[in-house]
């Protein structure tokens, strides 16, 4: 009885030393993200897959999966056994309260013994990426002007004083002007139509992001002011989406992937044109961005083909204003857009302004 005790006993620590042994071995593990940007608060579907590609079992497999600040949950973490060519995939939703560029890098897998003795850590990359799109906003709700606009809030006005030519009819959405309702069509096709505008490509926007707050110094950054001027920014470029008006996108932020401060995105129209610009919105980070003055200058230099200039900022720098004047002087129409007034009228009366209604 005592030999077949100590034989169990052999089999069960040879069988141990396998399975720790080998564990690692033929074992994969796999971390997916089936979108690349969210909003703000939206459910993100992760699923993490384990798959033993060979003829030893796998008796106790723990997976602790990290996730960098503002996630809904710091870690996930689970436990499993693993069959011999098994493949266990775990799927659950996580959410990021914050906008910005937001990177998963880290899991942790622990691979214990069959008599759970001991364990053999590692770590396994997943140098996922999550973009949280800025906070969505009405544009119309959102900011108020200055001036002599006498309450004018219409983008269309910043374009081009009134429609070119009327070149068809499509179904009325609850966003357009009640004025614009093709009232004979209407009656004809027995719902509200409204009138299809053309602006032609000789009217295009160039949207000025300036992500600069204040002159280097030991004040904390700013961040709720720099994300409600992106999130404004981002207003404006679905408005000119929805108008059919082509736009391109020009900031002083730092640019991570070319590792240098500012980038550009070229008038467009479309779908993919917005997703992109919207992308960039979402990747702006807080940190080391150009001087805004020389943005300016530098967009006064290039001089596109676009007829009007929009400045989103968060607030207007003494330095700001002369390179603003110049840029007024270069552009048929300049549109200056702050979240805070501090010098906004200061500004040359041939620039339209406009301010948040936070701070109104």
Do not use: C
């Given at each position: 009885m005592i030999w077949y005790v100590l034989g169990l006993l052999a089999l069960t620590l040879i069988i141990n030393y396998l399975v720790l042994f080998f564990g690692y071995t033929?074992?994969?593990?796999?971390?997916?993200?089936?979108?690349?940007?969210?909003?703000?608060?939206?459910?993100?579907?992760?699923?993490?897959v384990v798959e033993n590609n060979k003829m030893l079992s796998v008796s106790f497999l723990k997976v602790e999966e990290?996730?960098?600040?503002?996630?809904?949950?710091?870690?996930?973490?689970?436990?499993?056994?693993?069959?011999p060519f098994q493949r266990v995939r775990r799927k659950y939703k996580v959410s990021v309260n914050k906008r910005g560029c937001h990177r998963i890098e880290l899991a942790n897998l622990e691979l214990g013994d069959f008599v759970g003795f001991r364990s053999e850590q590692r770590k396994?990359?997943?140098?996922?990426?999550?973009?949280?799109?800025p906070k969505k906003v009405e544009l119309s709700e959102s900011?108020?002007?200055?001036?002599?606009?006498?309450?004018?809030?219409?983008?269309?006005?910043?374009?081009?004083?009134?429609?070119?030519?009327?070149?068809g009819i499509r179904e009325y959405t609850g966003n357009e002007p009640q004025r614009f309702i093709h009232w004979p069509s209407s009656a004809k096709f027995?719902?509200?139509?409204?009138?299809?505008?053309?602006?032609?490509?000789?009217?295009?926007?160039?949207?000025?992001?300036n992500v600069e707050t204040m002159k280097p110094c030991w004040k904390a950054i700013e961040e709720e002011l720099i994300d409600e001027a992106v999130s404004l920014a981002r207003a404006t470029l679905e408005e000119f989406e929805s108008l059919s008006i082509p736009y391109g996108l020009v900031t002083?932020?730092?640019?991570?992937?070319?590792?240098?401060?500012?980038?550009?995105?070229?008038?467009?129209l479309g779908a993919a044109h917005l997703g992109t610009l919207l992308h960039a919105l979402g990747c702006i980070q807080f940190r080391n961005p150009g001087f805004f003055e020389n943005t300016l200058r530098d967009v006064r230099r290039m001089r596109g083909n676009?007829?009007?200039?929009?400045?989103?900022?968060?607030?207007?720098?003494e330095t700001y204003i002369e390179p603003l004047q110049l840029l007024a002087k270069a552009v048929p129409r300049t549109v200056v857009i702050a979240v805070e007034d501090e010098n906004l009228e200061g500004l040359n009366s041939s620039i339209i302004k406009y301010r948040s209604k936070k701070n109104a």
């Open positions: 033929d074992l994969t593990y796999s971390f997916g993200i089936e979108n690349k940007d969210y909003e703000i608060g939206q459910e993100i579907e992760v699923s993490s990290h996730f960098p600040p503002h996630f809904s949950v710091p870690k996930n973490i689970y436990s499993m056994f693993i069959m396994m990359p997943i140098s996922q990426k999550v973009v949280v799109l900011i108020v002007p200055l001036g002599a606009l006498g309450g004018d809030l219409s983008v269309r006005r910043w374009i081009i004083d009134d429609p070119l030519i009327t070149i027995g719902s509200l139509m409204v009138k299809k505008f053309d602006f032609t490509t000789d009217n295009s926007v160039l949207v000025i992001i002083n932020a730092y640019n991570e992937e070319a590792d240098a401060k500012g980038f550009i995105h070229h008038t467009g676009y007829t009007t200039a929009v400045i989103i900022t968060p607030r207007i720098l």
